[in-house]
């Protein structure tokens, strides 16, 4: 399917279009990203300031996703540039990752939200709001290609591994997934900051998982040269 095709694809039909067109490799990042932009597959985007796409190299040797951009994303159109993002800059950081060399995306591409005063408030969203979305990632792991990917809190768990998955039970050991040879859960970020005192352990678990994963991207990177 060329740009023109998937693009013209009816807003409501974009996610499902653009996961055919990658399946049958004749889709790339940058006029999927382009569909994206117009998506009305749910109500999501009537509020929203815009489509959040996943960011970083294609293809990418890690992938992260988490649940749905936040207010700062919202606004800037890139995923995790909020305080949960700064968590996970600092946590990849100190496990030895550099998120440059990863693509960073999330289940759900538009900011769901309440209104608090003058403050937007994050409302998780539903199963049929993550099940109209998820053709985006699906997409998106067709066209990054990771070795490793690891899923940020239970929407993703759930959306990508099913809903018998437990982020509490299964973190930080590799799923019997088949989107890459390894996927991996942990908790979402922003759970660290809700933390309270025990915010500095929560933050330490989460860099121990992570450093699985590096450790196993090394290892792998080894017995490939
Ligand atoms: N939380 C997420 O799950 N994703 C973001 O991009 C920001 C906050």
Redesign the pocket.
């Known amino acids: 399917m060329r740009p023109a095709t998937l693009a013209a694809a009816p807003p409501e039909d974009r996610p499902t279009a653009a996961l055919v067109a990658a399946r049958s490799g004749s889709a790339e990042l940058d006029e999927v990203r382009a569909a994206a932009a117009g998506c009305r597959a749910c109500d999501l985007w009537a509020r929203a300031t815009q489509t959040?796409f996943g960011k970083g190299p294609v293809p990418a040797r890690l992938m992260l996703v988490?649940?749905?951009?936040?207010d700062r994303?919202d606004v800037e159109g890139e995923?995790?540039v909020?305080p949960?993002?700064g968590v996970l800059a600092r946590a990849l950081e100190e496990a030895g990752i550099d998120r440059e060399q990863a693509f960073v995306t999330?289940v759900v591409k538009h900011f769901k939200w309440r209104p608090s005063g003058k403050r937007r408030l994050h409302e998780r969203p539903n199963r049929t709001e993550v099940g109209a979305c998820l053709p985006w990632v699906q997409t998106e792991l067709e066209l990054v290609r990771p070795e490793a990917l690891v899923l940020?809190g239970a929407t993703a768990l759930n959306a990508l591994g099913g809903p018998e998955l437990s982020v509490l039970r299964d973190r930080g050991q590799a799923l019997d997934l088949a989107q890459a040879p390894l996927v991996l859960t942990t908790v979402?970020p922003?759970s660290i900051l809700r933390a309270g005192e025990d915010r500095d352990a929560a933050f330490g678990a989460f860099v121990r998982d992570l450093r699985v994963v590096q450790r196993w991207l090394d290892r792998r990177a080894l017995s490939l040269e």
């Open positions: 959040v988490g649940e749905q951009p936040g994303e995923p995790f909020g949960a993002g999330n940020l979402h922003s």
